[in-house]
């Protein structure tokens, strides 16, 4: 009787905690499954079609960085209930603020236009045409919020999270050798030696890891949840599950093109789905599933996070709690931004390889500040009190900080002069 | 929900802002006037950090405007 009792407190227990959570969870594990966007995709497919399964312990290692710069987020937006933009002003006055805001709006507008391309190149494989497409997006974003309420963006946002999973039955499918997976992905290791190629596979991968919309959209995202700081361990379960998500993800899309597609050169996450459809449909199909899905939750991400800082700094209404009436600015920039990122892709013979390509500088001009400024806050006891960094803390997103900003300047310098990587 | 600024003091009613289309120019002066004085304490870490971030953001847009123009020579 006593250990019948016993068992049922436990689980009570068990079940009040994953309520708890339940109601907590949203900004972490839509933030890390929304930075594997159209972009992510596309870069591990093509790691995966290049490499196969030798770079899936890299993958893993992405994991715990993208936790330790997010989980920071998590812990400023609970003590401070300001945005990343709002906090920089704040802090660091307007020079920087205005810089921060306006580099992120820029990089957050032509990030838009990569989704939309990525969503437009998935759904012409069912034969829908981009303008469809571009309204197909636009309808289901504005439905998403129209409700007025934070709780059901969430929720649906959780839904195309869910969706995103698809590349895991994708990987099943076609069947991998789990010997050569273990074999050949778990230990370190650099495929043909640390080659030009490979270095700049590996960037692009870091690349996809920390966006600084990331930044943004996850603190606000707590901000307008009303999290508090007695919810910033449940916070950080959240991250975590979301980091995990993302690297499983990322794994299976590199086992599946790694599988099926190894050796060839594979330059969007569209022309995997294509190419796979010859061999194996129904994963080419799930492919671009996944791909329209990356690209819709990206979208939905980034337009937010740019709307959240424009109505932090102008003291606009800025809630998704707030009906369209209630906040018009804040919905203004974001259809402003969502409707003109499409129709750029609409446009004929638009130069989308080169905004690609330029997304990935511009990003670099704005990670190390919202990086930076991210440590130094945290660092602030005033600001901070309790919930400022430990010295392990500090060590360790230091060290991750360095390491991206370099990789990520690298990564940038390759793509403008890619003759000196050659 | 009372707005208070990074530390938890409550702001001043000059300093929260209307959300028109007629004051949205006025805006920038204001957020400017607003956030003037950085309130972050500006210790060595502080500064070495800030100038790090001058210095590379120069460099950067230095490179960018140098392939600007050989790209634009080519």
Same mark, same amino acid.
């Given at each position: 009787?006593?250990?019948?009792? /016993?068992?049922?407190?436990?689980?009570?227990?068990?079940?009040? =905690?994953?309520?708890?959570? !339940?109601?907590?969870?949203?900004?972490?594990?839509?933030?890390?499954?929304?930075?594997?966007?159209?972009?992510?995709?596309?870069?591990?497919?093509?790691?995966?079609?290049?490499?196969?399964?030798?770079?899936?312990?890299?993958?893993?290692?992405?994991?715990?960085?993208?936790?330790?710069?997010?989980?920071?987020?998590?812990?400023?937006?609970?003590?401070?209930?300001?945005?990343?933009?709002?906090?920089?002003? =704040?802090?660091?006055?307007?020079?920087?603020?205005?810089?921060?805001?306006?580099?992120?709006?820029?990089?957050?507008?032509?990030?838009?236009?990569?989704?939309?391309?990525?969503? $437009?190149?998935?759904?012409?494989?069912?034969?829908?045409?981009?303008?469809?497409?571009?309204?197909?997006?636009?309808?289901?974003?504005?439905?998403?919020?129209?409700?007025?309420?934070?709780?059901?963006?969430?929720?649906?946002?959780?839904?195309?999270?869910?969706?995103?999973?698809?590349?895991?039955?994708?990987?099943?499918?076609?069947?991998?050798?789990?010997?050569?997976?273990?074999?050949?992905?778990?230990?370190?290791?650099?495929?043909?030696?640390?080659?030009?190629?490979?270095?700049?596979?590996?960037?692009?991968?870091?690349?996809?890891?920390?966006?600084?919309?990331?930044?943004?959209?996850?603190?606000?995202?707590?901000?307008?949840?009303?999290?508090?700081?007695?919810?910033?361990?449940?916070?950080?379960?959240?991250?975590?599950?979301?980091?995990?998500?993302?690297?499983?993800?990322?794994?299976?899309?590199?086992?599946?093109?790694?599988?099926? !597609?190894?050796?060839?050169?594979?330059?969007?996450?569209?022309?995997?789905?294509?190419?796979?459809?010859? $061999?194996?449909?129904?994963?080419?199909?799930?492919?671009?599933?996944?791909?329209?899905?990356?690209?819709?939750?990206?979208?939905?991400?980034?337009?937010?996070?740019?709307?959240?800082?424009?109505?932090?700094?102008?003291?606009?209404?800025?809630?998704?709690?707030? /009906?369209?009436?209630?906040?018009?600015?804040?919905?203004?920039?974001?259809?402003?931004?969502?409707?003109?990122?499409?129709?750029?892709?609409?446009?004929?013979?638009?130069?989308?390889?080169?905004?690609?390509?330029?997304?990935?500088?511009?990003?670099?001009?704005?990670?190390?500040?919202? !990086?930076?400024?991210?440590?130094?806050?945290?660092?602030?006891?005033?600001?901070?009190?309790?919930?400022?960094?430990?010295?392990?803390?500090?060590?360790?997103?230091?060290?991750?900080?360095?390491?991206?900003?370099?990789?990520?300047?690298?990564?940038?310098?390759?793509?403008?002069?890619?003759?000196?990587?050659? | 929900?009372?707005?208070?600024?990074?530390?938890?003091?409550?702001?001043?009613?000059?300093?929260?802002?209307?959300?028109?289309?007629?004051?949205?120019?006025?805006?920038?002066?204001?957020?400017?006037?607003?956030?003037?004085?950085?309130?972050?304490?500006?210790?060595?870490?502080?500064?070495?950090?800030? !100038?790090?971030? /001058?210095?590379?953001?120069?460099?950067?847009?230095?490179?960018?405007?140098?392939?600007?123009?050989?790209?634009?020579?080519?």
């Amino acid at each position: 009787m006593n250990y019948l009792s /016993r068992f049922y407190y436990q689980y009570r227990r068990v079940i009040k =905690a994953l309520q708890l959570y !339940l109601l907590i969870a949203g900004p972490g594990l839509i933030v890390m499954i929304a930075d594997n966007d159209a972009g992510g995709i596309t870069t591990y497919a093509a790691t995966g079609a290049k490499y196969g399964y030798a770079l899936i312990w890299f993958l893993v290692l992405l994991g715990p960085v993208a936790y330790y710069v997010q989980e920071m987020t998590v812990r400023l937006g609970a003590v401070t209930k300001h945005g990343h933009a709002e906090a920089i002003f =704040a802090a660091f006055g307007s020079f920087w603020g205005w810089f921060s805001l306006l580099d992120l709006s820029l990089v957050n507008w032509l990030t838009l236009i990569t989704e939309f391309i990525g969503m $437009t190149a998935a759904l012409s494989i069912f034969n829908i045409p981009p303008v469809i497409t571009v309204l197909i997006v636009i309808g289901i974003m504005m439905f998403m919020v129209v409700q007025g309420r934070y709780w059901t963006w969430e929720k649906l946002a959780m839904f195309f999270c869910l969706l995103n999973l698809v590349y895991i039955p994708a990987a099943f499918m076609v069947h991998p050798s789990v010997g050569s997976i273990l074999q050949q992905g778990i230990i370190p290791n650099f495929p043909g030696g640390l080659t030009a190629t490979l270095i700049f596979f590996l960037m692009a991968n870091i690349g996809t890891t920390i966006a600084p919309w990331m930044i943004f959209f996850q603190q606000s995202a707590v901000v307008d949840k009303g999290m508090g700081k007695k919810d910033i361990p449940w916070g950080k379960l959240d991250t975590v599950l979301g980091a995990i998500f993302t690297v499983v993800v990322a794994i299976f899309i590199v086992i599946v093109t790694g599988t099926v !597609l190894y050796g060839m050169e594979i330059s969007s996450a569209a022309q995997a789905s294509t190419a796979m459809m010859g $061999t194996y449909p129904l994963v080419g199909t799930l492919l671009a599933i996944g791909l329209f899905d990356a690209g819709l939750l990206g979208a939905i991400c980034i337009s937010l996070a740019s709307s959240w800082a424009f109505g932090e700094v102008f003291g606009w209404a800025h809630s998704l709690n707030k /009906r369209i009436r209630e906040a018009p600015w804040f919905y203004a920039y974001y259809f402003f931004a969502i409707i003109t990122a499409g129709l750029v892709v609409l446009i004929p013979n638009a130069p989308l390889v080169l905004i690609t390509l330029f997304v990935q500088v511009i990003a670099v001009t704005l990670l190390p500040a919202a !990086l930076v400024f991210l440590i130094l806050l945290l660092n602030n006891e005033e600001i901070m009190g309790e919930y400022r960094n430990t010295t392990v803390q500090n060590v360790v997103s230091i060290a991750i900080v360095i390491g991206i900003i370099a990789l990520s300047t690298l990564y940038a310098f390759s793509v403008l002069f890619p003759e000196l990587f050659a | 929900m009372e707005k208070t600024d990074l530390t938890g003091k409550s702001e001043s009613p000059e300093a929260r802002s209307d959300s028109f289309l007629s004051k949205q120019f006025s805006k920038f002066t204001e957020i400017n006037k607003k956030y003037a004085k950085p309130q972050i304490t500006m210790t060595p870490m502080v500064r070495v950090a800030l !100038l790090g971030l /001058r210095i590379y953001l120069i460099v950067l847009v230095l490179v960018l405007v140098y392939k600007f123009f050989t790209l634009i020579r080519t």
